[in-house]
Protein backbone atom coordinates (compact mmCIF):
# COMPACT_ATOMS: atom_id res chain seq x y z
CA UNK A 1 0.00 0.00 0.00
CA UNK A 2 2.70 2.24 0.78
CA UNK A 3 4.81 1.29 -2.56
CA UNK A 4 1.79 2.82 -4.58
CA UNK A 5 0.91 5.64 -2.47
CA UNK A 6 4.66 6.58 -3.23
CA UNK A 7 4.15 6.66 -7.07
CA UNK A 8 0.91 8.63 -6.47
CA UNK A 9 2.82 11.32 -4.44
CA UNK A 10 5.56 11.22 -7.21
CA UNK A 11 3.12 11.87 -9.92
CA UNK A 12 1.78 14.68 -8.72
CA UNK A 13 5.27 15.64 -8.02
CA UNK A 14 5.76 15.31 -11.70
CA UNK A 15 2.41 17.28 -12.52
CA UNK A 16 3.60 20.58 -10.29
CA UNK A 17 7.10 20.60 -11.07
CA UNK A 18 5.92 20.45 -15.00
CA UNK A 19 2.53 22.28 -14.98
CA UNK A 20 2.73 22.96 -18.89
CA UNK A 21 2.84 19.74 -20.13
CA UNK A 22 0.24 17.50 -21.15
CA UNK A 23 -1.12 14.64 -18.93
CA UNK A 24 0.58 12.14 -21.91
CA UNK A 25 3.68 13.87 -21.66
CA UNK A 26 3.57 13.45 -17.81
CA UNK A 27 2.83 9.64 -18.14
CA UNK A 28 5.64 9.47 -20.72
CA UNK A 29 7.66 11.20 -17.86
CA UNK A 30 6.44 9.01 -15.26
CA UNK A 31 7.15 5.58 -17.06
CA UNK A 32 10.70 6.60 -17.91
CA UNK A 33 11.31 7.60 -14.26
CA UNK A 34 9.61 4.28 -13.25
CA UNK A 35 11.80 2.39 -15.37
CA UNK A 36 14.96 3.92 -14.76
CA UNK A 37 14.25 2.84 -10.80
CA UNK A 38 13.18 -0.84 -11.52
CA UNK A 39 16.05 -3.26 -10.98
CA UNK A 40 15.12 -6.40 -12.97
CA UNK A 41 17.74 -8.28 -10.73
CA UNK A 42 15.90 -8.26 -7.40
Known sequence: MIYG???K???IGL???FPDLSEEEIRRIYLQ???KCHN???
Request: glycine share 0%; hydrophobic share 45%.
Open 5 to 7: MQW
Open 9 to 11: LFL
Open 15 to 17: RRR
Open 33 to 35: RLD
Open 40 to 42: PNW
